[in-house]
Structure formats: structure tokens, C-alpha cells
């Protein structure tokens, strides 16, 4: 996989038909956003000023409301488990990993942490918590096609599109590494609506049924849900899940901001920011950049850290295409800030399972808080290491 990815990044960065294959599949998922931007118009019109949704809650959370049902839909009449089945089977055997975890990998790639888990809700359910928690892991690394947009009036479109493609790769690696998890070839499934594994899996309960006396009962398949009830269990689903994100994220955003408050009244200069920093500094320096670039890196590092993206992004949109950077500080940063891996994305994450698992595997996701986050970062450090071996 390490060899793949370093091949992947020197295509991405050298030729333009690489870019414009990622530019274009992102295009697509944010038309489906696009989609759902008009029933929120409809319903908050004043969210929705010059159809720009005004808050995190409009852009990131209610295209869930149209995503998830679409998706269940799809999972409903058997379409999505053979998208899954049939690119989960070629990506695990170019990574070696799960089928559904490699097509989990590009599917948040795309949707994005919590569109990508919520319409994942049935296979995450059938799967072990150990797997969860590889995909809790692997949704610290993601982005969302919706704010590829926006990204790129910030930073340079070329170094956003390239890092989107290298954090599936990393992902995979890292999580094997964090996390490893030997599945058995008969739960190296996808789940269909029936409770079922995929057709071939399925067509065992007939070869089953010679091991059962003459005249014993065959196990019935479990009863479909009827079409416009699973419909409404799935918009009533998405809702509730919507609820819960929110909960999260003001719950992690607010203690991250009182922990810096308690911080500056030890010293008005210390936060979570700063110390984060300085452990992140002797990393920053691994990547190549001069001592007095790899501080100010590891800075950028640590508020991307506690707050968001956006802010390091917000700080820098202004010099990132001038002299002020060389194009080797340029290419780290960049991808080293195109993910959701923060504090606030934890709460999301965690928000998201608990309105689609049961507690057991909720617990066990809580109980590798840290490695989530210690994940988002590797991944984005060696995102940006590989490409920043290329970009000088």
C-alpha cells in the first residue's frame, strides 16, 4: 500500500488527469448536496440566503435528511451491497484489507464521516466492534464533496484534490497498523436488507439444508420491510441521528474552549493549541521544512487540532499562493489540513455511532477515543509527506 500511495501522489501531482478524475467524481456527490439543498430551502428558507446554507448545520448535517434515505434505498432493492461487493472486492485485494472497510475508505472520501456512517448504519450493525472501531478510526481522515468548494477559494485547488485520494490510502494503513483485525472469509460480507450476507453467502441456506434431517423445517429468511415503512424508519432515523451530531459537537467545541480558558488564567498564552504544538514540532520538522517553518507548522497543526480546518485555513488563505510560503511548506500544510481530524470531529463520530449501533459496540468505541485521534494525525502527516517528497 505504501508503494501504491508514493506512485499515487507523483501521478497526482504530475499529471492533470489524475486531478481531473478526483475533481470530477467530487463534482457529482455535490450535485446530490446540491439536491437536498432545496428541501431545506424550502423548509428554512432562512438558512438558506442565495441557496448558500449560513451554518454548519445546513451545509454539513441536513443533506443527511435526503443522503441516508437515497442510500437506504438503494440498499433496499440490492443496488448499493453490489457497488460494495464488487469495488470492496478489487480495493481489498490491491490494500489486503476488508472488502467493505476499502469501500468504506472511498465512499467517505466523498460523503464525508457522518452521510458516509449513516447510510453504512446496516453493515456496521452486523459487523464486529473491533471493525467499528476501524471505521470510527478511518472517519478521522475523511472530507465531505459538499466543501471541496470552499476549500479551494482558500487554498490551492491542485494540493486539496491531490491529498482527498492519498488520505483513503493512509487511512487504510494506518488503522491496519493501530487498530489490526483478522476477519474470516465468511465475515468478509456486505449485509443486504434481508439480515443476509451477500447472494453467494444467501445461497448457503440452501447447501445448508442437507445437513438437516428429511422433513425438518428450513430457517425462513427474515420478512422484508415493507417499501414506504422503511422509508419513513429511515427519515425518521436520519433525524434522530442529525440531533445527536449536534449534541456532540457542541458538547466537544464548548469543553475544548473551557479547557483553554482554564489554561490562559494559569498563562494568557498557553492552550490546547500551543501545547499541542510543541509535541507535534519534532513531526513537523520530519517533513522537511526548515526549524523556524516546522514551528510555525506545528502551530497550524495544533489550532487545526482544537478548532477546525477552516480557521488555519481562514489564517493563511491570504499568503499561502505568495513568497511567503516555499512550494514545499505550501504542499504540507495544505494536505496536512484537507480532513475533519479534530476535536469536534470525535463528537460527531461518537454522536454518529450512538444513533446507529448498540452499547457494546458504542462502548468500545469510546474506550479508543485516543487512538481516533491519534489516527487523524498520522494519516495527515503522512499524507503530506508523501506529498511533500514530490513538491519542492
Known amino acids: 500500500m505504501v508503494v501504491f500511495n508514493l506512485v499515487l501522489a507523483w501521478f497526482l501531482t504530475s499529471f492533470s488527469i489524475g486531478r481531473d478524475i478526483v475533481a470530477g467524481a467530487a463534482a457529482g456527490f455535490n450535485a446530490l448536496v446540491e439536491v437536498s439543498f432545496e428541501g431545506i430551502k424550502f423548509a428554512l428558507p432562512n438558512w438558506m440566503p442565495d441557496n448558500q446554507p449560513i451554518n454548519f448545520v445546513a451545509a454539513a448535517l441536513l443533506p443527511i435528511l435526503m443522503i441516508v434515505p ?124 434481508g439480515g443476509s450476507a451477500q447472494n453467494e453467502a444467501e445461497a448457503n441456506i440452501e447447501e445448508n439444508a442437507k445437513r438437516f434431517a428429511p422433513g425438518a423445517e428450513m430457517p425462513a429468511k427474515p420478512a422484508r420491510e415493507p417499501f414506504f415503512s422503511f422509508l419513513g424508519n429511515s427519515i425518521l432515523g436520519s433525524g434522530k441521528l442529525i440531533l445527536i451530531i449536534v449534541a456532540n459537537v457542541i458538547a466537544f467545541v464548548s469543553l475544548a474552549a473551557l479547557i483553554n480558558k482554564l489554561l490562559g488564567m494559569i498563562w494568557s498564552p498557553l492552550s490546547l493549541e500551543s501545547i499541542l504544538g510543541v509535541f507535534l514540532f519534532p513531526f513537523a520538522w520530519l517533513t522537511g521544512l526548515p526549524v523556524h517553518d516546522a514551528f510555525k507548522f506545528a502551530q497550524y497543526m495544533g489550532m487545526k487540532l482544537v478548532t477546525n480546518e477552516f480557521v488555519v485555513m481562514g489564517m493563511v488563505k491570504d499568503t499561502i499562493r505568495t513568497a511567503a510560503f516555499s512550494n514545499h511548506y505550501r504542499a504540507v500544510l495544505t494536505v496536512f489540513i484537507t480532513s475533519f481530524a479534530n476535536f469536534s470531529t470525535l463528537g460527531m463520530i461518537i454522536g454518529c455511532f450512538k444513533g446507529l449501533v448498540d452499547d457494546e459496540k458504542n462502548n468500545e468505541i469510546s474506550r479508543n477515543v485516543g487512538y481516533m485521534l491519534l489516527s487523524g494525525v498520522l494519516v495527515s502527516l503522512l499524507s503530506a509527506a508523501t506529498v511533500g517528497l514530490f513538491v519542492w
Open 70 to 193: 437515497m442510500f437506504d434505498i438503494l440498499t433496499y432493492i440490492g443496488v448499493l451491497p453490489w457497488i460494495i461487493k464488487w469495488i470492496g472486492f478489487g480495493l481489498s485485494k490491491l490494500t489486503g484489507q476488508p472488502k467493505f472497510e476499502s469501500f468504506f475508505a472511498v465512499e467517505m472520501m466523498f460523503l464525508g464521516n457522518t452521510e458516509a456512517l449513516a447510510i453504512s448504519g446496516l453493515q456496521l450493525r452486523q459487523m464486529s466492534a473491533k471493525r467499528n472501531v476501524t471505521l470510527a478510526m478511518m472517519s478521522m481522515s475523511c472530507i465531505t464533496a459538499s466543501i471541496l468548494g470552499a476549500y479551494t477559494q482558500m487554498m490551492p485547488a491542485d494540493l486539496i484534490l491531490t491529498a482527498v485520494p492519498i488520505n483513503i490510502i493512509n487511512a487504510l494503513i494506518v488503522t491496519s497498523m493501530l487498530n489490526p483485525v483478522k476477519v474470516a472469509p465468511e465475515d468478509d460480507v456486505i449485509v443486504t436488507m
